[in-house]
């Protein structure tokens, strides 16, 4: 998905909730936010939005000095997680529910929830969600392919949702080889290896970087081996809206599975914000190709 007009002043707000988390000065946040700004001019609306928030990011952490700024809030977002499922009956829960469930967790992030993942609320928040209907959810199609696939590629997103994605793994028809794919490095609060290890993710997958630190997935920016297995899955499940931004255009068995946050991206997917989708992409297909 390409950048919109509409996506500029976002940028900027992205980089202010991230400000207010790690509360700095207001000067250190002003000479931030003036090198930012030397980017939107040489900044191509064809280029995908993860590509800048790449940028701030790396920005960010070098006028602060810290390699992953958000660590100590995404620490958070997976212990707040861990408590809030042992109040759900998730072994009982069919896959459908726990996809809902995992669309959900993007409630956590960040950009929406500045400060503290409250425990009740996500909680409030998941019930609620299991009653509701969707209308891009299109798990029927799914499933299917999921069936009859073998190898399968699970790109995560954020901390906090990625212990949902584990029980979702968990809940897989067994015999599959599964990956679940992680950023490279720290970027927002996103998951690497470091949370998906200590949520234990490799007791139901084989975790694999990305090999960079876009908020997304650049296939020409990542390692050769996840390129390898990106193109040899036979089915590749990708959440959250910065995978959906990077990957809406490329070739590949792919489905989505995230919360719709902007109007830009709900206006791509034909939803509304808020919406959680599981949608087949537009361009699925057996021969991933950029």
Known sequence: MRTYLECIPCFFKQALDIFRLLKLSEDLQKRILDEISTFIPHFSLSSKPPEMGKRIYQTIKKF??????????????????????????????????????????NFIDFVIKQGNVEEKELLQHLRRTLVKSFKHFQFQQFLTHLESAQTILYIGDNAGEAVFDREVIRKFPPGKRVYFAVRGKPVINDVTEREAREIKMDEVAEIISTGDETPGVLLESSSPKFREIFHSSDLILAKGQGNYETLSEVEAP???????????????IKGEVGDIVLIKSSKFSHHAKL
């Open 64 to 105: 602060t000095q810290i390699q992953d700024p958000l660590r100590e809030y995404k620490v958070q977002s997976n212990l707040v997680v861990e408590k809030v499922i042992e109040k759900l009956d998730i072994p009982s829960m069919n896959l459908a529910d726990l996809m809902k469930l995992s669309g959900a967790g």
């Open 254 to 268: 792919l489905f989505f599975l995230l919360q719709i946050k902007c109007s830009v991206v709900a206006r791509d």
